[in-house]
């Protein structure tokens, strides 16, 4: 038996603790309000006190933070003996007792109990998938909460604490562009038609060579449309940001042997529709005439689900790249981020809000992230 005194700011802070590290089997021995320690603690919210206790051979879920993924793992903690011991188990059974008469008064039994978690189970796996995750990852996400608060009506704030914590963990920290320039970069975008991969490249160069001083030329290999090549031109003029056309893949190494002078070159490419073997088999062609290239996947937040699905699939051909989701502030639901994050494997890095040039451009921060993909939440 392990008994141990767990402090928090309200009941549920506290229970999490005690669930979190004792599991959902631990039970409370004593419960108190205490007030805050120092001077002015008596001015405020009191903190409230419990008291736990789990029996020895009980599983104990805990964090495996160093992979960034919640897992339950099972440990058997330490034994004790004694005669304290005893007296404390016995008072548990007693508890147990009282509490089950209690419960019997009240009509309520364990299928009672089973059915509240899976209404609540349903109830958030619901309100994911409204708001477009994947339903897969909606119960891969709900399968590890659970594991970490108990799934009761008067816990359904931890439940949600703990959601949006799941989504920030598994959107991970974004990989950007960075600071490092010692060593030439080149920079890929590639994507579906009108996701804005160019509007996304003239955001970046623009604070790449404004905001960060940076040497920065820009190449195209979209002469597909005559439009094209003119929306980046004038972009470079404005940026006064030198730029060069490539008409065949096999010219890509010239321009960028002509740009010997610059800190970093980003390289657009032609908007290729994913389903289209042969134009996706250029792009492929063009990334491998480049040596070392950095590539960004760009995907627009207003494309469904299944699409984005196959989208993924259709690049798996790159081996490394990082994600930039556009048109945030156009998307009615974000759940797309966190599917394409998990189905990918990828590091998310940019997301941007709006058509200006270069305001509209963010580092994808899991925090803001989370919350909007669980802070749409409609009651
Ligand atoms: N609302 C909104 N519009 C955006 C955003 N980013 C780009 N756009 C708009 O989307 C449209 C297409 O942008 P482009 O940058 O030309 O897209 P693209 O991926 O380069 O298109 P193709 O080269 O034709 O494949 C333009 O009207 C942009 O202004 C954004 O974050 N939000
Ligand atoms: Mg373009």
Redo the contacts with the bound molecule.
Sequence with gaps: MKVKRYIGNDPQETMLKIKSELGSNAVILHSRKIKKPGFFGFMKKPLIEMVAAIEENKEKPERDIQKGKLTAIVSNPPHQEGSKIDLLQNQIGNIENLLNNVLDKIGYNQDDKGNHQEALYKKYHDLLVVNDVDPQIADKLLTIVRKQVSFTEDNEEAILRTIRIAVREYLESPETIGDNFEKKRIIVFV?P????????LAKLAAKLSITKGKRVGVITS?TY?IA?VE?LKIYSEILSIPIRIVYEPNEINEAIEAFSDRDVILI?T??RNHKNEEQLEEIKTLIKHIIDPEIYL?MSATTGNRDITNIIKSYQFIENYRIIF?????AVTIGNVLNAKIKTGKKLSYV????SVPD?LEIAQPDKLANMIVGEFHE
């Design positions: 994507g038609t009108g996701v804005g991969k160019t509007t996304t979209d449309r094209a929306q657009d032609a908007g760009v556009t048109k945030l502030d156009e941007t809000t709006g058509q509209d």
